[in-house]
């Protein structure tokens, strides 16, 4: 059974770019979330995604946004980059709507580089 | 503000040293305690869900305990195979429905 599949695994960006990364879940799984992951802050979350509907979103500027497909494959897209945006990016997918009920399976994650 | 704080930050331990690693919380209505393992250059590999206090999980060389204010992660006669790095987060259905994560320990055995 295939895991969660994020491209690209790593990128670098320059400031004032802007990036676009990708998330297939496990097939069958519905919510797709994506979380932040930096050494000083630690893993945060991002938004979550639930047939095609974004259901939550953590305290990230506007320039972080995302989308799901029909499909349940997600995206997610950084725009004007900043420095600061240099971090590992986890997608994470469950069979239902991301509770408290439902286990999150990690992707590798897509390492993104701003410089 | 919802907080989770692991300790310690790092942990190195000769083999069949068993030791134990500390995740507590400050949420209020907290309906799960996640612990997750984490290896260089890969995502969280989930381990254990605790819901209620007094709650125990096991597997393998490790176990999971979960009391009102903190959870433990006792890791007995560890091998160099569970170094890692340790993630704990808690679930709180009110608010921003997310996981919280810790900082994480990262744990080396030596052999």
């Known amino acids: 059974k295939a895991g969660v599949t994020q491209t690209p695994r790593y990128l670098i960006k320059t400031r004032g770019q802007q990036v676009t990364l990708s998330c297939s879940p496990i097939?069958?799984?519905?919510?797709v979330s994506w979380y932040q992951q930096t050494p000083g802050q630690g893993l945060q979350f991002l938004f979550e995604y639930f047939s095609e509907t974004q259901r939550n979103k953590g305290n990230f500027p506007g320039r972080f946004s995302g989308r799901q497909f029909s499909n349940s494959r997600s995206e997610m897209n950084v725009s004007t980059l900043e420095l600061g945006d240099s971090a590992l990016y986890l997608c994470?997918?469950?069979?239902?709507?991301?509770?408290?009920?439902?286990?999150?399976?990690f992707g590798a994650g897509s390492r993104l580089t701003v410089l | 503000e919802d907080q989770v704080t692991q300790s310690p930050e790092a942990l190195r331990l000769q083999e069949g040293e068993s030791s134990s690693l500390n995740c507590s919380y400050t949420v209020s209505g907290l309906r799960g305690l996640f612990w997750y393992r984490q290896d260089p250059g890969k995502g969280p590999e989930f381990l254990f869900t605790l819901y209620s206090a007094g709650e125990e999980k096991e597997k393998e060389r490790l176990k999971a305990t979960l009391t009102k204010k903190e959870s433990f992660l006792h890791i007995t006669a560890p091998k160099p195979e569970d170094s890692a790095t340790y993630l704990c987060?808690?679930?709180?259905?009110?608010?921003?429905?997310?996981?919280?994560f810790g900082s994480g320990t990262r744990l080396q055995v030596q052999p």
């Open positions: 994470a997918s469950s069979l239902g709507h991301h509770s408290g009920a439902n286990v999150l399976t």
């Open positions: 097939s069958g799984h519905r919510s």
């Open positions: 987060a808690g679930w709180v259905d009110t608010g921003r429905r997310a996981l919280t």
